[in-house]
């Protein structure tokens, strides 16, 4: 589906050559240049990355995250980046998402018919993003015409001045030229707003001089006194209320909501009769759940019939082969209200489930025998070529997880893989919120256990011997973390 201004850029989740990212997360409050590339190792293209990397400062005084897209595969990448820094005198310091399945290049229509690859390709997109995740300007170029930077540059600069300025920017303007003041600005504010002074051409072209670094206009005051920025609560806000959009999905699906919907659309008073609800809140409940995108909903008023989202059916339909709602269950049941002893974890250090009401937690459950669990992680590992923990590593101390890790290594033959599937926290410790945040669930659940970076885990079997390592990111927020013997 194409991708039009205004429209909020689609989040993923994606490999990049700097670890796996949330976009949307990635870009926290910042401007974004997302620009792609029909394969690597493509000439052109080398030289577009060498002048981004060249030019990075420009991007990063004006708030501007930069970041590129190639379907080729993480490790192509990887040689591609060694090329350019050599042909191009730069060294690579901004992101290459590694698109191989091509699932960002669909969600922002950069698969052309007429665009190469026998319609499978990617065209030379740019997409700018603003702050509020919104598409502000696209580009789209021929493989045989390389971008000008200066001019995204340019742009960028007037996106920004024109976001927070009553005005325009005429054709070919540079920054530091005059502007164009919007025509339905009235000539008693525009004196106000625009003291540098205002040339009249027609009564509905009026420029004035204006930089970057003038203050806005929603900062000046009625008497002409300039206000402090104004700063949003609603990041805030919305955050605080999260638990409201959690509480009612999850509820949903232990109802069985989406499995109700599943063999046909039904009104509100047919999901009532079903679920035996009380009228008053019928409408709100499914209506937020339309409004949520799990459900939609065909017409308006009584007789208006709910049907499942496209993703709800898939995965929330308990006759799917692919239904998740186990583990939703699983969250409303348990986890929902131990994370309201949170504080509690972060004061003691110890978990905070049923074993804090002297009861027998999942986790004490399937190691209710400590001989057994003892000898899991004393006995040496059978012997394979690959060994895979799915979200294992993440349930122990630091002292087990080398413990396993060193069971591994022992256990695998030279040129051997260890796999470590986890929501793995980005390197820098400041883009994914969900694998921090699985981290606490893990302090919620066991005490010591935690969840690591791609660097932890390099660092962690480094040092008992593996020589070489990769991520690889599998879908959603979930990424394979894997160590060479």
Same mark, same amino acid.
């Given at each position: #589906?194409?991708?039009?201004?205004?429209?909020?850029?689609?989040?993923?989740?994606?490999?990049?050559?700097?670890?796996?990212i949330?976009?949307?997360?990635?870009?926290?409050?910042?401007?974004?240049?997302?620009?792609?590339?029909?394969?690597?190792?493509?000439?052109?293209?080398?030289?577009?990355?060498?002048?981004?990397?060249?030019?990075?400062?420009?991007?990063?005084?004006?708030?501007?995250?930069?970041?590129?897209?190639?379907?080729?595969?993480?490790?192509? +990448?990887?040689?591609?980046?060694?090329?350019?820094?050599?042909?191009q005198?730069?060294?690579?310091?901004?992101?290459v998402?590694?698109?191989?399945?091509?699932?960002?290049?669909?969600?922002?229509?950069?698969?052309?018919?007429?665009?190469?690859?026998?319609?499978?390709?990617?065209?030379?997109?740019?997409?700018?993003?603003?702050?509020?995740?919104?598409?502000?300007?696209t580009?789209?170029?021929?493989?045989?015409?390389?971008?000008?930077?200066?001019e995204?540059?340019?742009?960028?600069?007037?996106?920004?001045?024109?976001?927070? +300025?009553?005005?325009?920017?005429?054709?070919?303007?540079?920054?530091?030229?005059?502007?164009i003041?919007?025509?339905?600005?009235?000539?008693?504010d525009?004196?106000?707003?625009f003291?540098?002074?205002?040339?009249?051409?027609?009564?509905?072209?009026?420029?004035t001089?204006?930089?970057?670094?003038e203050?806005?206009?929603?900062?000046?005051?009625?008497?002409?006194q300039?206000?402090?920025?104004?700063?949003?609560?609603?990041?805030?806000?919305?955050?605080?209320?999260?638990?409201?959009?959690?509480?009612?999905?999850?509820?949903?699906?232990?109802?069985?909501?989406f499995?109700?919907?599943?063999?046909?659309?039904?009104?509100?008073?047919?999901?009532?009769?079903?679920?035996?609800?009380?009228?008053?809140?019928?409408?709100?409940?499914?209506?937020a759940?339309v409004?949520?995108?799990?459900?939609?909903?065909?017409?308006?008023?009584?007789q208006?019939?709910?049907?499942?989202?496209?993703?709800?059916?898939?995965?929330?339909?308990?006759?799917?082969?692919?239904?998740?709602?186990?583990?939703?269950?699983?969250?409303?049941?348990?986890?929902?209200?131990?994370?309201?002893?949170?504080?509690?974890?972060?004061?003691?250090?110890?978990?905070?489930?049923?074993?804090?009401?002297?009861?027998?937690?999942?986790?004490?459950?399937?190691?209710?025998?400590?001989?057994?669990?003892?000898?899991?992680?004393?006995?040496?590992?059978?012997?394979?070529?690959?060994?895979?923990?799915?979200?294992?590593?993440?349930?122990?101390?630091?002292?087990?997880? #080398?413990?396993?890790?060193?069971?591994?290594?022992?256990?695998?033959?030279?040129?051997?893989?260890?796999?470590?599937?986890?929501?793995?926290?980005?390197?820098?410790?400041?883009?994914?919120?969900?694998?921090?945040?699985?981290?606490?669930?893990?302090?919620?659940?066991?005490?010591?256990?935690?969840?690591?970076?791609?660097?932890?885990?390099?660092?962690w079997?480094?040092?008992?011997?593996?020589?070489?390592?990769?991520?690889?990111?599998?879908?959603?927020?979930?990424?394979?973390?894997?160590?060479?013997?």
């Open positions: #589906m194409a991708l039009h201004l205004g429209d909020v850029a689609p989040n993923f989740f994606a490999p990049t050559t700097e670890g796996p949330d976009f949307h997360q990635w870009l926290g409050h910042s401007w974004g240049v997302l620009f792609s590339h029909p394969a690597d190792f493509t000439p052109v293209c080398t030289t577009e990355l060498g002048t981004v990397a060249r030019t990075k400062g420009e991007f990063q005084k004006r708030n501007v995250k930069v970041i590129a897209l190639s379907v080729d595969p993480l490790e192509s +990448h990887r040689g591609w980046v060694n090329d350019i820094n050599e042909t005198a730069v060294q690579m310091n901004f992101p998402i590694a698109d191989e399945n091509r699932q960002v290049a669909a969600a922002y229509d950069m698969i052309h018919p007429n665009g190469g690859g026998n319609g499978t390709g990617t065209v030379r997109s740019v997409f700018i993003i603003g702050p509020d995740k919104k598409i502000k300007l580009l789209t170029y021929p493989d045989e015409t390389g971008r000008n930077f200066g995204i540059l340019r742009v960028i600069d007037s996106l920004q001045l024109t976001a927070s +300025h009553r005005v325009a920017t005429p054709a070919d303007w540079q920054p530091g030229q005059d502007c003041i919007w025509p339905m600005v009235p000539d008693t525009a004196e106000r707003l003291p540098g002074g205002i040339r009249k051409l027609k009564p509905y072209l009026y420029f001089p204006l930089t970057r670094t203050t806005p206009a929603s900062q000046v005051q009625s008497n002409g300039i206000a402090a920025p104004a700063l949003n609560p609603s990041a805030i806000l919305q955050t605080a209320f999260g638990f409201w959009n959690s509480k009612v999905l999850l509820t949903a699906v232990e109802l069985g909501v499995t109700k919907l599943a063999t046909r659309p039904l009104t509100g008073a047919e999901l009532r009769e079903e679920l035996q609800f009380h009228p008053r809140p019928v409408a709100d409940f499914f209506d759940l409004a949520m995108k799990f459900l939609d909903r065909e017409g308006n008023g009584p208006a019939k709910y049907f499942n989202s496209p993703e709800a059916a898939l995965f929330l339909d308990e006759n799917s082969p692919r239904y998740i709602g186990g583990l939703l269950t699983m969250l409303n049941a348990r986890l929902f209200k131990f994370w309201n002893d949170l504080p509690e974890a972060l004061r003691t250090g110890r978990a905070q489930n049923e074993t804090k009401h002297g009861q027998r937690g999942p986790f004490e459950e399937l190691y209710s025998n400590p001989a057994r669990l003892e000898q899991f992680f004393k006995d040496p590992l059978p012997k394979a070529d690959l060994i895979t923990m799915s979200h294992i590593l993440h349930d122990w101390s630091l002292e087990k997880k #080398m413990r396993l890790i060193r069971a591994a290594y022992d256990a695998l033959p030279p040129g051997g893989a260890l796999v470590a599937i986890e929501e793995l926290i980005d390197d820098a410790r400041r883009e994914n919120a969900l694998g921090l945040l699985m981290s606490l669930n893990m302090l919620i659940e066991n005490g010591d256990a935690f969840d690591y970076t791609g660097q932890d885990f390099k660092k079997c480094g040092e008992v011997g593996f020589k070489d390592f990769e991520i690889i990111h599998l879908g959603g927020s979930s990424s394979a973390a894997v160590a060479y013997k």
